[in-house]
């Protein structure tokens, strides 16, 4: 009963902003969406993450949509090295105790020279 | 000036071996982290542990055991390896809190193969 539904793949010119979606339909009150990324035989790395309110840091924005029902995660400059699997995910517990976090399949966006 | 660090990068070892994988984090964390990425790339939580507590995946045999000497520190046991447990195994950390919980860092990862 997976939490988040992303595509499978992406395509994405270098230079150009990369928009990656991802529908969290069931998400509660409290729950926080993160997104995080691995680059191929690296450990995955944080990107940014947000409840309610649109985030901006310097790797990425992150638009959460009014009903908090979708997102979009935006690499406003994209370079060959933002090449990756991008996993959104949605906090599993009420906060506070240490959770893992539960990885999908997450989307595999190539930045294309 | 590596956050999150393991050793070793690589293990190669045979069936019926007992072997441990070290992790160290200066990021001044309290809660660290064991996961496990498999063939089919998928990335699963083993163990977290904070001083206060083990939260361990219910999947994980009882032949991984983690051990923590200090806060900045938590080391994976594995015990009578199987070709099974051929995978690659991250260590990540986190500070505690209600969001920070899930705002992780993972360290390079060790791949291991069980021949």
């Known amino acids: 009963d997976a939490k988040t539904t992303q595509p499978t793949s992406m395509d994405c010119a270098e230079g150009r902003a990369a928009n990656l979606p991802c529908n969290h339909s069931t998400i509660s009150g409290n729950e926080y969406v993160y997104w995080y990324r691995q680059i191929h035989s690296q450990g995955p790395q944080y990107i940014i993450h947000g409840l309610k309110n649109n985030e901006t840091n310097e790797m990425a924005s992150l638009i959460i949509t009014e009903d908090r029902k979708s997102s979009t995660l935006i690499l406003p400059h994209a370079t060959l090295r933002d090449t990756a699997v991008y996993y959104c995910?949605?906090?599993?517990?009420?906060?506070?105790?240490?959770?893992?976090?539960?990885f999908g399949k997450g989307t595999h966006l190539i930045i294309q020279p | 000036d590596t956050a999150v660090s393991q050793t070793p990068k690589y293990l190669v070892t045979q069936m019926g071996n007992d072997k441990s994988i070290k992790c160290e984090q200066n990021?001044?964390?309290?809660?660290m982290y064991w996961y496990k990425q498999d063939s089919k790339k998928f990335l699963k939580i083993m163990f977290s542990y904070n001083n206060k507590e083990l939260i361990i995946n219910e999947t994980v045999p009882n032949r991984f055991s983690p051990k923590s000497p200090d806060k900045a520190h938590l080391n994976l046991h594995i015990n009578s390896l199987e070709l099974g447990d051929s995978a690659v195994y991250f260590c990540a950390s986190s500070q505690a809190g209600l969001a920070r919980t899930y705002e992780q860092y993972f360290g390079p990862g060790t791949r291991l193969t069980v021949t």
């Open positions: 995910i949605v906090n599993q517990g009420s906060g506070g105790g240490a959770d893992g976090l539960t």
């Open positions: 990021l001044g964390h309290d809660t």
